[in-house]
């Protein structure tokens, strides 16, 4: 049995995912896989679906005539992927976000690059308004397939304690 899953029953198992508060420890450093290659489809549709009309991110004629000399992913979609990509190792068992600071895009990415990124435990703290939960704090890095930073973020969750969580809860 891995010790990702918790048994149900004889020979039978369910995967889990997620950390509880308990779970963090200063220092640690999670890196989150698998990584993500991004297509021009992607960053046109994020791009147009966030309303977002620079064309540096959905004209090719435009976006030749910058200094990048292509189309660049759009930046919100570099943080959201990166905050999804880390959901597994950081936020399965939050009970809310609470908040973003100091988001750094570093290098420009482009359709074709793939991301990868890691987050690193900053810091952890009881939540003195709920006693089912604690409040952990992370910095996020995003990096390409060679290796060079493109984004970096701080995030702050609560988290639920153990035995608080929904998935605690419900049975999940």
Request: aromatic share 10%.
């Amino acid at each position: 049995m891995s010790q990702n899953a918790k048994t149900i029953g004889p020979n039978r198992y369910r995967e889990q995912f997620g950390r509880h508060y308990e779970d963090f420890s200063v220092g640690d450093v999670y890196e989150h896989r698998p990584g993500r290659t991004i297509t021009e489809t992607d960053n046109t549709w994020f791009t147009l679906l966030t309303m977002n009309t620079h064309p540096l991110h959905f004209d090719a004629e435009y976006a030749k005539a910058s200094e990048f000399g292509r189309c660049i992913v759009c930046s919100p979609l570099t943080v959201a992927l990166m905050v999804g990509m880390s959901v597994t190792d950081v936020s399965q068992k939050a009970i809310a976000n609470l908040g973003w600071r100091e988001i750094k895009m570093t290098f420009p990415l482009y359709a074709g690059d793939t991301l990868y990124s890691e987050s690193e435990v900053l810091g952890k703290r009881e939540s003195a308004s709920r006693p089912g939960a604690g409040i952990v704090t992370v910095k996020t890095i995003g990096k390409n397939q060679d290796g060079k930073e493109v984004c970096s973020f701080e995030r702050t969750i609560l988290v639920a304690r153990r035995g608080h969580s929904i998935e605690d809860k419900i049975g999940y």
